[in-house]
């Protein structure tokens, strides 16, 4: 379901919003929020509830590993996009669920007029990093429906 009212996604956002991404802003279009579920040092699995305004998406990027790694997208509220490098986007609601092996690279965010959120998981590997690339095209997404 489609949100673009923030006091009825409010309401859908059983996660909740958590505090402004701005460790990671430079990779976003948009305003995204950033509500951890685990601590780092406390539990060997990172997950965090993410959470983006109408319109906002994260640059292209992928998950390095040496082993393991990737990235696991469970949808919570609203709707959003996720689209693999050379594929359609998907349309995610909530309870999709995306599996984002490592080397793979991909965005994800908002659709244009909702507010969305997801449960973003690290699955563990051997020297894992993440790399940010160029932002996704503003036409490419606006054609988007």
């Known amino acids: 379901m489609r949100i673009n009212d923030k006091t009825t996604f409010d309401k859908e956002n059983v996660f909740g919003l958590g505090n402004a991404n701005s460790a990671y802003a430079q990779y ?22 993410v959470t983006f305004e109408p319109g906002c998406r994260n640059n292209w990027h992928i998950h390095h590993a040496k082993s393991g790694g990737g990235q696991i997208l ?22 999709t669920v995306i ?28 020297e894992t990093s993440n790399e940010w690339l160029e932002a996704v095209d503003a036409q490419a997404y606006g054609a988007l429906e």
């Open 28 to 49: 976003f279009i948009g305003n995204s929020y950033l509500n951890p579920l685990t601590e780092v040092d406390k539990c060997p699995v990172f997950l965090a509830n």
């Open 74 to 95: 469970i949808c919570t509220a609203g709707e959003g996009w996720y689209q693999e490098e050379g594929k359609d986007a998907v349309s995610l609601t909530p309870g």
């Open 99 to 126: 599996t984002i092996p490592a080397e793979v690279k991909h965005w994800h965010g908002a659709k244009k007029d909702s507010w969305f959120s997801h449960i973003a998981i690290e699955v563990p590997g051997e």
